[in-house]
Nanobody
Framework: QVQLVESGGGSVQAGGSLRLSCATS????????MAWFRHAPGKERGGVAF????????EYDDSVKGRFTISQDNAKKTVYLQMNSLKPEDTAMYYC???????????????????WGQGTQVTVSS
């Protein structure tokens, strides 16, 4: 059974850091497009970053470039999102998603369809 479980969210002050984890099971995640999304109240869900092919390719939304880093640990079958220099506008529920690698390869990762985790809340106070 394909499963994604996010963790690592919490409340931090602006300028702080958090590392989100997405533990995977039931599939060979290195063969998939793995992405992080976020959804804030009153806003549309938006793509944050993706990683594909064992880390051969990554991409970030402009709003997080230089502050967030997506990575993976093959031994732990886990995808991470390291978030530094957090801002209040980063406050959202963060979700991990897994879909066909085609989404990443064709630039359509923001429209990924597949398996989603339950989400983890990130709150950044000013």
């Amino acid at each position: 059974q394909v499963q994604l479980v996010e963790s690592g969210g919490g409340s931090v002050q602006a300028g702080g850091s958090l590392r989100l984890s997405c533990a995977t099971s039931g599939f060979a995640y290195v063969n998939y497009c793995m992405a992080w999304f976020r959804h804030a109240p009153g806003k549309e869900r938006g793509g944050v970053a993706f990683i594909v092919g064992g880390g051969e390719s990554t991409e970030y939304d402009d709003s997080v470039k230089g502050r967030f880093t997506i990575s993976q640990d093959n031994a732990k079958k886990t995808v991470y999102l390291q978030m530094n220099s957090l801002k209040p506008e980063d406050t959202a529920m963060y979700y991990c998603a897994a879909g066909s690698r085609i989404y990443c390869k064709t630039g359509l990762w923001r429209r990924i369809q597949g398996t989603w985790g339950q989400g983890t809340q990130v709150t950044v106070s000013s």
